[in-house]
């Protein structure tokens, strides 16, 4: 057998098929829109300029009072250029004629759909590994995330003056089950009457807390029962890519008697500013 032959979707075959098919779509999309993205027509690398970043920065200390006839003094200021370097990503899925001819459902669109649902869940998978490069953390991996964790988070992006919207892309368990943070949410008493207790116990899902925009992501590698997530704003991780994020085509290979089709996205990402994000290591099993 072949590999995209008509054994490999023979779930849809016509003689059997009796119901619409379902197709398994990944969560995908999660973290890109959260940070930084810039793209070029044509480029090898990809900078993000950080200002006020390194170490010469303007703060309020370096404001002084000026006596009349005086010079103002000055005080020197950095900007630091990240640079993400591209790479391809690709994948490919072959589609026989057999398989398209007996079966009910256009299954070259379906599997043109998973495909781009792949390449963003790829695209999000590069950028929660930049977590792990925070300097600043909470959790240290051996316990559940609790609510504390989120605010001492919080705490560490509003002492280094992170701009925008803070959001946290979480692994499914650092959110729900016995060690995700909606178990201590919906559970301490120190939570009754707010109000997220009976949203999270109602819904099953509180999309804010600590002012924090809550997202679950299944793009993270456990290791020793752990995983680290982060807490973030925009400026902390950039992707870059050329020309379109992604692209889905089809090539005929017609003495195979196939379809490929095929998804690519030349991209890269890196961290911008470190002090705009947090490392959030917590047990998930």
Do not use: C
Not at 123 to 130: S, T, Y
């Amino acid at each position: 057998m072949a590999a995209g032959d008509s054994g490999n979707f023979a779930g849809g075959l016509l003689e059997v098929i009796e119901s619409e098919a379902l197709i398994k779509f990944s969560e995908a999309n999660v973290t890109v829109p959260l940070v930084t993205v810039k793209n070029e027509p044509k480029a090898d690398q990809i900078t993000f300029i950080a200002y006020n970043s390194g170490s010469n920065v303007l703060t309020s200390a370096d404001v002084a009072a000026t006596d009349e006839g005086t010079v103002t003094p000055s005080t020197q200021l950095d900007t630091e250029k990240k640079t993400a370097t591209l790479d391809m990503y690709s994948v490919m899925v072959p589609i026989y004629d057999e398989a398209q001819l007996s079966n009910a459902d256009n299954i070259a669109s379906n599997a043109g759909e998973l495909i781009g649902n792949a390449l963003a869940a790829k695209a999000d998978g590069l950028l929660n590994a930049l977590f792990d490069g925070f300097s600043n953390a909470v959790g240290d991996g051996s316990a559940a995330l609790s609510v504390d964790n989120l605010f001492g988070a919080l705490s560490s992006l509003k002492q280094n003056s992170a701009l925008g919207q803070p959001n946290a892309v979480l692994d499914p368990r650092q959110i729900w089950g016995t060690y995700g943070v909606h178990n201590d949410l919906v559970t301490a008493a120190q939570f009754a009457g707010a109000g997220v207790q009976d949203e999270g116990a109602r819904t099953g899902f509180v999309s804010q807390i600590a002012g924090i925009g809550i997202h679950s992501s299944p793009e993270f590698t456990e290791a020793s029962n752990a995983v680290k997530g982060g807490v973030f704003t925009s400026g902390a991780l950039g992707i870059g890519y050329a020309g379109e994020m992604m692209r889905v085509e089809v090539y005929r290979e017609g003495s195979y008697l196939r379809d490929n089709i095929i998804g690519s996205g030349f991209w890269g990402v890196t961290e911008i500013i470190d002090g705009y994000g947090v490392e959030v290591h917590t047990k998930v099993s």
